[in-house]
């Protein structure tokens, strides 16, 4: 300490006078809350967008609906970077086209990675086809391929 005359008689007072408070409980809180909110986020996503299951479905139905109205456009649109060097527009057409109706049975899953195998029902004359589309998350749902 410093000795001196002082401005009044007493001498410095020291700035923290209590006993430290422990802020563990407020760190806890902090982490645990981070958790949750991913784990909310993460259920978000699944109810918005769909399970993978979902999307690819609905890319398979949507290709399949765009090759029976004949659009070339929205059909070449949703084939993957791989097929699209493959085949022109026109290909693609005859490439995947078939008679009748389509209508999405199901997927599974095709592989380790993400790809999914979607069953699609062609109902129409001769009892209808059955055929699998490759579907893998290549920004958004594409078709890569007959499986």
């Not at 090759?67 to 022109?88: F, H, I, K, M, Q």
């Not at 490439?95 to 195998?117: F, I, M, N, Q």
Request: some cysteine; glycine content about 14%.
């Amino acid at each position: 300490m410093t000795t001196g005359p002082y401005l009044y008689d007493d001498g410095p007072a020291p700035l923290h006078t209590g006993t430290p408070r422990s802020r563990n409980g407020l760190i806890i809180g902090l982490l645990v809350g981070t958790v949750v909110a991913a784990l909310a986020m993460v259920g978000a996503m699944i109810l918005v967008s769909g399970t993978s299951s979902d999307q690819a479905e609905n890319t398979a139905s949507v290709f399949a609906q765009a090759v029976t109205a004949d659009d070339s456009e929205t059909a070449y649109g949703l084939l993957c970077d791989d097929e699209r060097a493959r085949l022109s527009p026109a290909q693609t057409m005859t490439t995947y086209a078939h008679a009748g109706t389509p209508k999405v049975t199901g997927s599974r899953e095709a592989g380790s990675d993400a790809r999914r195998l979607v069953s699609v029902r062609w109902s129409g004359a001769g009892g209808g086809a059955t055929t699998h589309l490759v579907v893998v998350p290549e920004g958004g749902g594409k078709v890569c391929g007959l499986g």
